[in-house]
């Protein structure tokens, strides 16, 4: 027989013994209880007859104080003790529903005529006193007749106590020996209830101890093997198995939390190493064009939940515009102003989410479920752009991902002031810082270049040179000859456009290469620099400083002359037209000196 069967029938057999068990004490305790209930009865039936005696007995000396004194008081204690009497034979009479033997019946029932008889004589007597029949009243009450109901009552009331007594005793008899026998097998069922206990005691041990240790000690087994699936015991025991089940269940969620933390930090590491090949990939780029893929690109390998643009700063550090974007944004616009981003305004990351727990940027769409998080770009005490993200439902994933943004932005910031300053310094070594044309020497290496070239394609070279330069700087200032010299060179790089090359030659001269242009094309675009700069209104501060021309002199390759001396030829064109009246273009080939004078306007 299995041991799950017998442990069943063991159990089975200690409930049923424990109820008879129990079943015994309750009749035992109901015999014990009826004892006592016989008892109680025997004493209130005692205690309603005698007291109807103490009644009658009262009633009777009130009555005889009456017809010997005559006060009326006695007579009104004889009235009050006849009720009281009178009360005390209805409660006699209520004895007779309490299931009395018969015999007890008839003896209460004598109880009841003696005390009535006795009754009739004193209400007689006392009535005859009162009508003033005085002896006869006297009589009465000391009669033979009187002193024998007197005696019948005491000895029927004598003996119904004692019938009651007899039969309580007989009851309570009984009831003790039905309480004791019920008792002794209530005892004899809980000794064998304890044994049957102690052997399913055994068995108990056996399949909830034994049992579970040893599955326990499989389980720690896997456990030390960093097995963390093993499944646990799930009985919800709340004993010392229970506390080293709960034991192994914290082992087992430590190792849980444990092999989490190792794949987080994997994780961690993994994007770590994703933004160091981005920071490697920004220290490589050599133009600031170059970043915008490389952020974009690592941008979604890193983040592909999210969506976002990278702002750059424009010159005047008003606005900003998206060089680059991943995902799919739709919260921002491509191009905003530099105050409507409080990450801007504040130099911090700043988010903006759907719940409203802070202000939202202007420049970020009002839709109830988007996130958006707005890093600014901050380099050298300046700010060169913002990192952007955004999230469409809630704000979970960008808050996981902002020290990773945050850290992405500081290297980008860094690589963006860097390469700018790279431009600015090159822009210094080959642009004068007064016009921001080219200078003398990129003039120098641009020639060098042409001429380096094998091709027979045509080629022009203009030299240009304010008239009178002197006088602005004599009759307005330095300050006001530096802005003549800024605006001419502004209209000078207008006019020659996309096809010529600008250069600041020195002073107050100028020099244009226009790499492809034949010499009329060279001498239409002189004529047109002339004329801007002539018809041209120059005011510094508000002050008029009067009509600015310039004399140019052309030089081409026309008539299969050399590249290598255009820089000559140009110079001594520059050179006739100053000597010819200035205001004036020259050009160098076939002999021909072509004109321009502002004073004929043509």
């Not at 109901?149 to 003996?159: I, K, T, Y």
């Not at 242009?517 to 004529?527: M, R, S, T, V």
Request: glycine share 6%; hydrophobic share 45%.
């Amino acid at each position: 027989m299995r041991i799950s069967t017998i442990t069943n029938w063991a159990y089975a057999l200690t409930v049923g013994l424990t109820l008879l068990s129990g079943g015994s004490f309750i009749i035992a305790t109901h015999y014990a209880d009826r004892e006592r209930d016989a008892l109680d009865a025997a004493w209130k039936i005692d205690e309603s007859v005698e007291a109807l005696a103490r009644a009658a007995e009262q009633t009777t000396e009130d009555a005889r104080l009456y017809v010997f004194t005559g006060e009326q008081r006695y007579q009104e204690a004889f009235r009050s003790a006849l009720a009281d009497e009178r009360e005390r034979e209805r409660a006699v009479r209520l004895l007779r529903e309490a299931g009395l033997p018969e015999e007890e019946l008839a003896a209460l029932r004598e109880v009841e005529a003696d005390a009535e008889l006795l009754d009739a004589i004193e209400e007689a007597a006392v009535a005859d006193f009162a009508s003033g029949v005085e002896d006869q009243a006297r009589a009465a009450l000391f009669s033979s007749e009187h002193e024998q109901a007197q005696l019948g009552l005491l000895n029927s009331v004598r003996h119904f106590v004692d019938l009651v007594s007899t039969q309580t005793r007989e009851d309570v008899e009984q009831a003790s020996a039905q309480a004791g026998l019920w008792g002794t097998i209530a005892k004899s069922m809980l000794a064998l209830t304890a044994l049957v206990f102690l052997c399913v005691l055994y068995f108990v041990l056996t399949r909830r101890v034994a049992r579970p240790l040893l599955q326990m000690s499989n389980v720690v087994q896997r456990l030390a093997r960093q097995d963390y699936d093993v499944q646990l015991l799930s009985d919800g025991r709340r004993d010392e198995i229970g506390d080293m089940n709960e034991a192994i269940q914290v082992f087992r969620d430590n190792g849980l939390e444990r092999e989490r933390l190792d794949a987080e930090r994997r994780r961690d590491q993994q994007t770590k190493d994703q933004i160091l090949q981005l920071m490697h990939r920004l220290q490589a780029c050599r133009q600031e064009g170059e970043l915008a893929p490389v952020v974009s690109l690592f941008a979604y390998q890193l983040f592909p939940n999210l969506s976002g643009h990278l702002f750059v700063m424009n010159a005047g550090r008003t606005a900003l515009t998206a060089k680059s974007s991943w995902g799919t944004p739709a919260v921002s616009g491509v191009e905003f102003a530099a105050h409507e981003c409080w990450g801007i305004r504040r130099g911090r990351a700043h988010l903006s989410d759907g719940a409203n727990n802070d202000v939202r940027c202007v420049h970020i769409a009002d839709q109830d479920a988007s996130s958006a998080l707005c890093v600014p770009l901050s380099a050298r005490g300046d700010t060169v752009g913002v990192l952007y993200f955004e999230e469409t439902d809630g704000s979970a994933a960008l808050l996981a991902a902002r020290t990773y943004v945050e850290l992405i932005a500081e290297n980008l910031a860094l690589a963006i002031a860097n390469l700018q300053l790279r431009d600015r310094l090159a822009n210094l070594a080959v642009r004068d810082p007064l016009t921001g044309l080219l200078n003398r020497r990129s003039l120098d290496e641009n020639l060098a270049d042409l001429i380096q070239r094998n091709d027979d394609g045509p080629a022009s070279l203009m030299m240009i040179d304010i008239d009178h330069f002197k006088r602005f700087n004599d009759q307005f200032g330095h300050d006001a000859g530096d802005f003549v010299m800024g605006q001419v060179a502004a209209i000078i790089a207008s006019v020659a456009g996309h096809g010529g090359v600008a250069h600041r030659y020195g002073g107050e001269e100028f020099a244009v290469i226009f790499p492809q242009h034949e010499g009329a094309a060279a001498l239409e675009k002189a004529e047109a620099i002339r004329h801007a700069i002539e018809t041209a209104p120059i005011e510094y501060q508000g002050q008029p400083l009067g009509t600015v021309t310039v004399s140019i002199g052309v030089a081409s390759t026309e008539d299969d002359r050399p590249k290598a001396t255009l820089m000559q030829r140009a110079d001594a064109a520059l050179l006739r037209a100053k000597s010819s009246g200035r205001n004036i273009v020259v050009c160098d080939w076939s002999g021909r000196v072509k004109t321009r004078l502002a004073q004929q306007g043509a």
